[in-house]
């Protein structure tokens, strides 16, 4: 599942996956709707920007974690910010990925992230 505000970024990272490795079940702009679509569909790995509206990713990250502590999170965000970043962690993401990406780094990250 891909949560990004942004849908330029979601439509990258969903043309990243031309590896047939991920298969993307769900897209989510805000953390309200990633909660609901994760629900629904249940992916095991999920892509996680930090900074959207109605629900950030952090709060987001816990309430995942809550209903499945065996999903993958790699958190894809501009911020470098590094106390968010260690509270994301915390919060049960396992990655972190710095925008702006290369697609080549994004799937080096996924595939980190799954094995």
Do not use: W, Y
């Amino acid at each position: 599942m891909i949560v990004d505000d942004s849908n330029i970024i979601r439509r990258k990272i969903e043309r990243c996956n031309d590896h047939n490795v991920f298969f993307v079940v769900a897209r989510a702009s805000n953390g309200e709707e990633a909660f609901r679509q994760f629900q629904i569909h249940r992916p095991t790995v999920v892509t996680m920007d930090l900074t959207m509206p109605k629900m950030d990713g952090l709060d987001c990250i816990r309430k995942l974690v809550e209903l499945d502590q065996n999903v993958k999170i790699l958190v894809v965000s501009a911020l470098s910010d590094k106390a968010t970043g260690i509270q994301a962690l915390k919060n049960g993401a396992q990655g972190f990925l710095c925008k702006p990406f290369s697609d080549e780094q994004l799937v080096q990250a996924l595939l980190e992230l799954v094995n």
